[in-house]
């Protein structure tokens, strides 16, 4: 059974940090290409950083230079550092994976983790 478990959301204040992890299991981890998703109260899905299964990553243009995406796959997690938070960052923040099996194409999500940036 697949599962995307995200966690390390929370409250903070503007320009502070937090960090996401999201712990993957049920298919294997080096193979899939990892992205965190969010989405705000009245607005769409958004894709936020991304990672391939050789590490090359890219970002939103609003978060580059503040959140950094990694990997580790012997832990099978992949994190979020992000940095200077601003109010605009609150969202239900989503892990997302991406592989291929038997010649299918495999999505899977995470449940969510809500990030609140507020003073």
């Known amino acids: 059974q697949v599962q995307l478990v995200e966690s390390g959301g929370g409250l903070v204040q503007p320009g502070g940090s937090l960090r996401l992890s999201c712990a993957a299991s049920g298919f294997t981890f080096g193979n899939a290409a990892m992205s965190w998703y969010r989405q705000a109260p009245g607005k769409e899905r958004e894709l936020v950083a991304g990672i391939s299964t050789g590490s090359v990553t890219n970002y939103v243009g609003s978060v580059k230079g503040r959140f950094t995406i990694s990997r580790d796959n012997a832990k099978y997690t992949v994190y979020l550092q992000m940095n200077g938070l601003k109010p605009e960052d609150t969202a239900v923040y989503y892990c997302?994976?991406?592989?291929?099996?038997?010649?299918?194409?495999?999505?899977?999500w995470g449940q969510g983790t809500q990030v609140t940036v507020s003073s």
């Open positions: 997302y994976a991406e592989t291929i099996r038997n010649g299918w194409r495999l999505t899977y």
